[in-house]
T-cell receptor, first 112, second 115 residues
């Protein structure tokens, strides 16, 4: 039973446009969320995070939005660049522990 | 934040054999985590490895299949034992990203193919 769901396995956007990656979660007690980016043949790298006390966190071209009532978060990348092409995972901590649980990932392709 | 060296980066193994994956961290860490990513699936936690004690395994994973060593605060190994094609996955180790920071740093992964 997946606790974190990324329902879109892939997304393709044009360079310069906005990329929106979505993530849903099942447990309203989850209070911290993270996004990771993964290139082929590399481990995931931390991108951005958000605490449940906020509804938005911004870092350069990357913004994460959290809608607690809908148990939904999204990652916005503006403007998208070809180097952003990667698999993006959302994650949270399982049951207040230090264990991360991940979604299945969304493969983003940014076309020049 | 910590830097992790993981090896091998990939291997092709015969069924019934075992493979040991190593992770070396450039700083001392209390906990190391081992993950598996099967094709098309999310990263799944296999076990948490603490120095000086037995690893704690998640549901569905057992020590006989995935023995873990943690001889010191900078090193850990994961062995995939008696492999079958279903063990073909990417295996990753991970440590926490620095004091007070949530989230984790990952090794570059080991891509295992069992034939």
């Amino acid at each position: 039973d997946q606790q974190v769901k990324q329902n879109s396995p892939s997304l393709s956007v044009q360079e310069g446009r906005i990329s929106i990656l979505n993530c849903d979660y099942t447990n309203s007690m989850f209070d911290y969320f993270l996004w990771y980016k993964k290139y082929p043949a590399e481990g995931p790298t931390f991108l951005i995070s958000i605490s449940s006390i906020k509804d938005k966190n911004e870092d350069g071209r990357f913004t994460v939005f959290l809608n607690k009532s809908a148990k939904h978060l999204s990652l916005h990348i503006v403007p998208s660049q070809p180097g952003d092409s990667a698999v993006y995972f959302c994650a949270t901590f399982q049951g207040g522990s230090e264990k991360l649980v991940f979604g299945k990932g969304t493969k983003l392709t940014v076309n020049p | 934040s910590a830097v992790i060296s993981q090896k091998p980066s990939r291997d092709i193994c015969q069924r019934g054999t075992s493979l040991t994956i190593q992770c070396q961290v450039d700083s001392q860490v209390t906990m190391m985590f081992w993950y598996r990513q099967q094709p098309g699936q999310s990263l799944t936690l296999i076990a948490t490895a603490n120095q000086g004690s037995e690893a704690t395994y998640e549901s569905g994973f057992v020590i006989d299949k995935f023995p873990i060593s943690r001889p010191n605060l900078t090193f850990s190994t994961l062995t995939v034992s008696n492999m079958s094609p279903e063990d073909s996955s990417i295996y990753l180790c991970s440590v926490r990203r620095g004091q007070g920071n949530y989230g984790y740093t990952f090794g570059s992964g080991t891509r295992l193919t069992v034939v």
